[in-house]
């Protein structure tokens, strides 16, 4: 379920919750696990533009705690975040972040496994294409590919020029 933002003066607007989505390549993905505790990773990633649904792509290990959390409940979150930069003199920080919502598929099929694996290279390390198909071959059988459909996006941030809060109170 997509909420609202709930700092108003913090929304950006989707195109530029796109965007950070676009500059980006690593962020956090949030599931809940089967004990009822949620569950966030770093993880890399790229965004999957291609088709009628936008999607973020991953590759992740064959066992783990996220792949737990996704078979009890495949839905997720995941947030990028561009540019932190602590602002000590207004007590807060600059950034601009995307927030995403939907459902993960775990994709273990060899062709769908490879054509994903091969996007992700083609987007994260495109000098290193040739490199790239052997390690594939390499890891297929080692690895799996989730694919988060997004289903929201709402983006947040705050500008380096904002002026403090409570400049008027002479802080």
């Known amino acids: 379920m997509q909420r609202t933002v709930r700092r108003k003066d913090r929304r950006i607007g989707e195109d530029e919750a796109w965007g950070v989505l676009r500059r980006c390549n ?13 569950y966030g990773v770093p ?22 705690r996220k792949l737990d959390s996704l078979r009890h409940c495949p839905r997720a ?15 807060s920080t600059a950034y601009a972040s995307a927030l995403v919502e939907g459902e993960v598929a775990i994709i273990d099929d060899p062709d769908a496994k490879r054509a994903a694996l ?23 059988t080692h690895c799996f590919v989730l694919r988060l459909t997004i289903a929201g996006i709402t983006g947040k941030g705050r500008k380096k020029s904002e002026p403090y809060a409570l400049a008027h109170l002479g802080f």
């Open 43 to 64: 993880l890399n990633y790229c965004l999957d533009e291609r088709g009628p649904d936008k999607a973020l792509i991953f590759h992740v290990a064959r066992e783990g």
């Open 77 to 91: 979150s995941f947030v990028a975040v561009e540019g932190a930069e602590m602002l000590p003199d207004k007590f």
């Open 26 to 38: 690593w962020g956090v993905l949030s599931t809940v696990g089967p004990d009822g505790w949620p």
């Open 118 to 140: 091969s996007f992700f290279v083609e987007s994260l390390a495109p000098a290193y294409r040739e490199r790239g198909v052997k390690h594939i071959e390499y890891r297929l």
